[in-house]
């Protein structure tokens, strides 16, 4: 198949339900609180009840315009919602209000490492319920089917690309920086696994050098990122055999199985008149006037690829800066650290290490620990003041992430403070050297690199306390 993909060029558009912030819902004033027991959070404009109205939630709005300005996105001065027939049990009303001919954003564009991916618009909606199927009879797996209309009329921002991509990967790293973007401008979590970003990758396959894209299909219940990832790569094999067998790839929608490692087909693809779209009679068509965007634009925070250049320009590695912005809390954590005036190479060798360890190994955030930034610039300023060895602040950090405790205590607590007298130093060394004479006779006769065997062994005596930059010249003194 790997030969076969020589022949073939890959085309990815992705369409993106990013599940906004708001404490409720977009047309109605129940809650949308994710983990609440079934149908609790529901009123009767969720329910569709004849005879009632939707008030659109203005918030919802605001971070419509938000996301909009931090995608590169033009905001109209006239958006309008439309609704979209939908025959499922789990939008009880029996239509979705949505966007369609006039969205709140348009023409946008993301960077993501080098390649710029059009974004053609992002649109404002209401989620549907969710179906629960269950029990074991039948065909289809299941006997009966539950209801939780908790989600029904969360606002839901739609995010939809250019068919730019052209690899997994590329799709991949689009949608971990849009989820970086949502989540540093506050307008939604981004957290796959509850449903509030979900994914559905638009995949075809078109001969090399063709301008004619392939018929495309739409795969949906993608949940994470390695997840769609595998569901790209079985597409693109699943269409390119069915291509060198002489058939036809089928528009339709499909279905990812984690477990099973495939696609399976769910129905077929809907175009937008099956949707039978007309204006929502109910809501008057929203004015955005370049004021309230302005307003809006004021309050931007600081974006990701703006903070990666940022922490690279005070001497981080694009791996390093990278790796810390796609962890938000690591991220502002890191931010009050050099806000504080520690060195950024030592606050980034500890975060890398030590500190990332830690996060990794527990399965904890940053603020979940009792670490504060106050704690660790207070370590790192006895670092650079040689009351304490860099070793010894590896040794004691863990500690501080687990109680809270300043650093200047367990140092003084434990008699940790470095030992910078010479001749203390230089006693030591001599004893060193004088209980391996072997590793003496060695160095002098040519084995240089035996330095780092002595300065261990001094290191060890002193249990890390003494000042290493002391230890290597008081030994090459010795043994030269």
């Not at 060195?343 to 500890?350: D, L, R």
Request: aromatic share 6%; hydrophobic share 35%; charged share 30%.
């Amino acid at each position: 198949m790997e030969d076969l993909r020589d022949k073939y060029e890959v085309v990815i558009g992705l369409e993106v339900h990013a599940q906004l912030k708001t404490k409720s819902k977009i047309f109605a004033p129940d809650g949308c609180e994710f983990g609440k027991d079934p149908n609790s959070e529901t009123s009767p404009i969720t329910l569709g009840m004849p005879g009632v109205l939707p008030v659109l939630n203005k918030e919802a709005v605001n971070m419509g315009i938000l996301t909009g300005l931090a995608l590169n996105c033009e905001i109209p001065e006239r958006c309008k919602f439309d609704r979209k027939q939908y025959f499922y049990p789990d939008l009880p009303k029996g239509y979705q209000i949505s966007q369609y001919d006039e969205p709140i954003c348009v023409n946008g564009y993301l960077n993501v490492k080098g390649k710029k991916i059009g974004i053609t618009r992002a649109h404002l909606e209401e989620d549907a319920g969710k179906l629960v199927h269950a029990g074991a009879d039948g065909l289809a797996g299941s006997s009966y089917s539950l209801v939780d209309l908790n989600r029904a009329g969360t606002p839901l921002l739609e995010i939809v690309s250019e068919p730019d991509m052209r690899s997994s990967e590329e799709a991949r790293n689009y949608m971990e920086e849009l989820r970086n973007i949502v989540r540093y401008i506050g307008v939604c979590d981004g957290n796959l696994e509850e449903g509030s970003m979900r994914c559905d990758a638009n995949i075809s396959i078109m001969p090399k050098g063709s301008k004619e894209f392939g018929t495309r299909a739409e795969i949906k219940n993608v949940n994470s990122f390695s997840a769609l990832q595998r569901a790209i790569e079985y597409e693109i094999d699943r269409q390119i055999e069915i291509v060198e067998e002489g058939g036809k790839v089928v528009q339709e929608t499909r279905l990812w199985d984690d477990n099973a490692r495939e696609t399976k087909s769910m129905r077929g693809k809907e175009d937008a008149h099956d949707y039978r779209y007309f204006p929502e009679p109910d809501l008057m068509p929203l004015k955005i006037s370049r004021e309230w965007v302005e307003e809006i634009r004021a309050k931007m925070p600081e974006l990701p690829q703006a903070k990666r250049e940022r922490y690279m320009s005070l001497g981080l590695s694009e791996y390093d800066a990278s790796v810390i912005v796609e962890q938000m809390g690591l991220a502002l954590f890191f931010d009050e650290v050099l806000k504080l005036g520690a060195s950024p190479k030592i606050a980034v060798n500890f975060i890398m290490g030590e500190i990332a360890a830690y996060l990794k190994e527990t399965k904890l955030e940053i603020n979940e620990t009792k670490l504060t930034p106050e704690n660790l610039v207070e370590l790192i300023s006895l670092i650079e003041k040689n009351t304490i060895s860099n070793n010894i602040g590896k040794q004691i950090i863990v500690d501080m992430m687990k109680d809270g405790s300043k650093a200047s205590e367990i140092v003084e607590k434990r008699g940790l403070s470095q030992i910078s007298d010479t001749g203390a130093i230089k006693e030591i060394a001599q004893k060193v050297c004088d209980t391996n004479p072997a590793q003496v006779t060695a160095y002098k006769n040519g084995k240089v690199q035996l330095l780092g065997f002595f300065v261990g062994q001094v290191m060890k005596e002193t249990k890390g306390r003494a000042n290493p930059k002391a230890v290597n010249e008081i030994l090459k003194e010795i043994l030269d």
